[in-house]
Nanobody, 124 residues
Framework: QVLLVESGGGSVQAGGSLTLACTASGFIFSNYGLGWFRQAPGKEREFVAAITWGRGDVVYTDSVKGRFTISRDNAMNTVLLQMNSLKPEDTARYYC?????????????????WGQGTQVTVSS
């Protein structure tokens, strides 16, 4: 059974930092790409960042480039999202997802499994 469990969300002031973690089980973690998505109330789910298997090539949505960093620890079956210089518009529920294969794209339909999410709230 594939499980993805997010943690690390919370409430911070603008300019602050949070690190989200997603711990996975039920599959060979190092073989798959992983991604982070977010959804704010009343908005569509949007791509945030993704990392491929192996050497871990990364891709980000433009709005978080230079502020967020995605990384993976294959020994711990964990993918992290370091978020710095947070803005109120980053407020959303953040979801971890496992790709259908080793790649990691911006398209939600290429991800086969999703976690329950963790809430991030940034106040001005």
């Amino acid at each position: 059974q594939v499980l993805l469990v997010e943690s690390g969300g919370g409430s911070v002031q603008a300019g602050g930092s949070l690190t989200l973690a997603c711990t996975a089980s039920g599959f060979i973690f190092s073989n798959y790409g992983l991604g982070w998505f977010r959804q704010a109330p009343g908005k569509e789910r949007e791509f945030v960042a993704a990392i491929t298997w192996g050497r871990g090539d990364v891709v980000y949505t433009d709005s978080v480039k230079g502020r967020f960093t995605i990384s993976r620890d294959n020994a711990m079956n964990t993918v992290l999202l370091q978020m710095n210089s947070l803005k109120p518009e980053d407020t959303a529920r953040y979801y971890c997802a496992r790709s259908q294969g080793p790649s990691a794209t911006k398209a939600a339909e290429t991800y086969a499994y999703w976690g329950q999410g963790t809430q991030v709230t940034v106040s001005s």
